[in-house]
């Protein structure tokens, strides 16, 4: 596995371990590779500062706008979860997530969390706030 490969791959495990165990979502901030992904999105997307910390904190946001949503992909896209076209990467999200979880679990939250929209962005969103929900159904 490339460097690069597995710097996407720690990043992605980092998240969702921060997703599923609780830990703080201000500590995986501090990550460079992250750091330098949230700035790059923050000015790709347009997104408020604010509303990217609400994101990073797993915060509920009534009515995300369009610069909320394209912040969410152009992060899964970083992490290449979404390809170029913003196609989610099913198999890339079961086989990291299989490395916290048992298999089954992560096929099906990964089914429940496959949902496609008009767009790459509210596609990315869609998924990131399924597994959001569901995060106390996540622990073991």
Request: with cysteine; net charge positive; proline share 4%.
């Amino acid at each position: 596995m490339t460097s690069f490969r597995m710097v996407n791959v720690t990043i992605f495990l980092l998240l969702l371990f921060c997703l599923m165990s609780g830990v703080h979502p201000q500590e995986l901030a501090k990550v460079p590779e992250i750091k330098g992904y949230e700035l790059h999105c923050i000015e790709a997307s347009g997104v408020t500062e604010s509303s990217a910390k609400k994101l990073r904190n797993g915060d509920d946001i009534a009515n995300p706008d369009q610069s909320i949503k394209c912040y969410v992909q152009c992060f899964f896209s970083k992490l290449r979860l979404m390809n170029e076209k913003g196609v989610v990467q099913k198999d890339k999200v079961i086989s990291f997530m299989t490395l916290l979880m048992p298999e089954d679990q992560a096929k099906k939250l990964a089914d429940k969390c496959d949902l496609r929209r008009t767009n790459p962005c509210d596609t990315a969103y869609a998924m990131y706030d399924c597994y959001r929900q569901n995060k106390a159904k996540l622990v073991l």
